[in-house]
């Protein structure tokens, strides 16, 4: 079964830490292209990360960048966000994706994990 399943959320203050990671199973990550995405309530879906397939490059949203880092493990099929100096404005449910190439199409993706809740909050 094809599965992408994202953990480590959780609640942090302003200021915290939180790394965030997405697991495969049924498919090889190494061969796509990872996306992280958040959602808050209220607001569309954005894409904050991605990292290329065939040479890893990063891209990151001007919100996060700086402050966010993105990495894979190809041999563990896994891909982390490492989110520092986390915002309130951060909150949001944050999704992994996977698809055949970076974008930052949310359509173009074709695997998605359920999400894990980020909360930024004193």
């Known amino acids: 079964q094809v599965q992408l399943v994202e953990s480590g959320g959780g609640l942090v203050q302003p200021g915290g830490s939180l790394r965030l990671s997405c697991v495969a199973s049924?498919?090889?990550?190494?061969?796509?292209?990872v996306g992280w995405f958040r959602q808050a309530p209220g607001k569309e879906r954005e894409e904050v990360s991605c990292i290329g397939n065939s040479d890893s490059r990063k891209y990151y949203s001007d919100s996060v960048k700086g402050r966010f880092a993105i990495s894979r493990d190809n041999v563990q099929n896994m891909v982390y966000l490492l989110m520092n100096s986390l915002k309130p404005e951060d909150t949001a449910v944050y999704y992994c994706?996977?698809?055949?190439?970076?974008?930052?199409?949310?359509?173009?993706?074709?695997?998605w994990g359920q999400g894990t809740q980020v909360t930024v909050s004193s």
């Open positions: 994706a996977a698809a055949s190439r970076p974008t930052a199409q949310a359509p173009l993706y074709d695997y």
């Open positions: 049924g498919f090889s990550l190494e061969h796509y292209a």
